[in-house]
């Protein structure tokens, strides 16, 4: 599989305008082929979190999200979110 910088970078460049400022990632996998976007972080509340899945379910870019995990940890929310990407974000 191979990645290209201007793929990567649009990913980067909607990640960048679609996520809270509240919101922190932890980590990233692109599956780039199976356009498969996982991602790990933590929000400050769940009302941020709720915010920010609601940013991302309003997104033209995406085609689906699942929310994999969800943990309140002193008061910040850790989460894991499996997101499908619509083919034009990665062309």
Known sequence: ???SFVTTSKVF???E???NQSVFYTGM???TT???LSLDGVA???DTFSQQLEAFNSAKEIESLVVN???AI???VKFKLFVVLKPELLK
């Open 1 to 3: 599989m191979e990645y």
């Open 13 to 15: 460049s909607f990640l």
């Open 17 to 19: 305008k679609n996520t």
């Open 29 to 31: 996998d692109l599956r």
């Open 34 to 36: 199976e356009r498969k």
């Open 44 to 46: 400050i509340s769940y």
């Open 69 to 71: 995990e969800s943990t």
């Open 74 to 76: 002193d008061g910040q």
